[in-house]
């Protein structure tokens, strides 16, 4: 677990994707730009939602930064 974007200061699950399992395009909170196909990243939700259903696709550079962002939806 770790801590989410400032302003979502709750423990987030944290999954790495690897390129060869990154099939779609997501849109990623932290920059909004579009998560190409075949780049490898992270999927992160907050801990409370036991079903994933808020969880989201970040670039991993942008996950690392997310302590300076204040918010992602």
């Known amino acids: 677990m770790e ?7 709750i423990d987030h ?3 790495p994707i690897p390129g060869s399992r ?3 395009p ?4 932290g920059c909004r730009q579009t998560i190409a196909p ?4 992270v999927v992160a939700w907050p801990v409370d ?6 969880r989201r696709h970040w670039h991993t550079g942008c996950w690392n ?3 300076t962002r204040t918010g992602y939806r």
């Open 13 to 15: 699950h944290v999954r």
């Open 38 to 41: 075949g780049t490898a990243h």
């Open 26 to 29: 997501y849109l990623c909170p």
């Open 3 to 9: 801590r989410g974007p400032a302003g979502l200061d």
């Open 49 to 54: 939602d036991p079903d994933g259903e808020d």
């Open 65 to 67: 930064g997310r302590i």
């Open 22 to 24: 990154a099939t779609k």
